[in-house]
């Protein structure tokens, strides 16, 4: 019942900066958790950060702690990932999730996705 589009992915080099946004139409989702996964060539879609549904809580991944935030605007209908630092291995398709729930952090968690944004970070 929910569709989500990302947006703002692209080229950058090694330490540069990313804003993606995800904006969700059909439904509300200012009930929902909401996450951000990637998935690299050859390799499984991974967990990146999630965010409650008030945006009070925030999980991320080891590797994203200090660099990547994650926020929502709920008044927008729109949830954000700020990749700041950006490293080679980052460079991953994109995707965000809206969770069944509250909150979440596994990729079970997540009943409906987006198409995908590609990040690419040079060395």
């Known amino acids: 019942q929910v569709q989500l589009v990302e947006s703002g992915g692209g080229l950058v080099q090694a330490g540069g900066s990313l804003r993606l946004s995800c904006a969700a139409s059909?439904?509300?989702?200012?009930?929902?958790?909401m996450g951000w996964f990637r998935q690299a060539p050859g390799k499984e879609r991974a967990f990146v950060a999630t965010?409650?549904?008030?945006?009070?809580?925030?999980v991320y991944e080891d590797s994203v702690k200090g660099r990547f935030t994650i926020s929502r605007d709920n008044a927008k209908n729109t949830v954000y990932l700020q990749m700041n630092s950006l490293k080679p291995e980052d460079t991953a398709i994109y995707y965000c999730?809206?969770?069944?729930?509250?909150?979440?952090?596994?990729?079970?968690?997540?009943?409906?996705w987006g198409q995908g944004t590609q990040v690419t970070v040079s060395s």
């Open positions: 999730a809206v969770a069944r729930g509250y909150f979440g952090v596994r990729v079970t968690d997540f009943g409906s």
């Open positions: 059909g439904r509300t989702i200012s009930s929902n958790a």
């Open positions: 965010i409650s549904w008030n945006g009070l809580s925030t």
